[in-house]
């Protein structure tokens, strides 16, 4: 889950009665990502290409649309497609240098 604020208690108790937000609250278990360089950012660029190698010519019906993506995900996976991620540990110690401390000399 990303790190919107409509992902806080208050978000429900704005919307819902006092109970019934205290209820859906319950039922959900949230887990924060990173902001930066986390798996999310790889499923959207993932999304990314499956919406302009597959999803960007029109579909007269959903089992047509799945079917199109079951034929893109079978070719994407025999291929063994993978995403280059560009954001190396070194560019990490530059852009987020509070986050990687550096030995001083």
């Known amino acids: ?7 806080r208690p208050g978000s429900f108790y704005e919307t ?7 209820h859906l609250w319950d039922r959900f278990e949230f887990v924060y990502t990173p902001k930066h360089g986390s798996w ?3 499923a959207e660029i993932e999304l ?15 089992p047509q649309a799945a079917a199109a993506i079951a034929a893109w995900q079978s070719h994407r996976n025999n291929r063994n497609a993978k995403i280059t991620w560009q954001f190396t540990t070194e560019n990490a110690r530059v852009k987020l240098r509070r986050l990687y401390p550096t030995e001083e000399m």
């Open 1 to 7: 889950m990303d790190n919107l604020n409509t992902h």
């Open 48 to 62: 990314n290409v499956l919406i302009r190698q597959c999803l960007n010519g029109r579909m007269d019906c959903l």
């Open 16 to 22: 819902f009665s006092p109970a019934e937000a205290k």
């Open 40 to 42: 999310l950012n790889m």
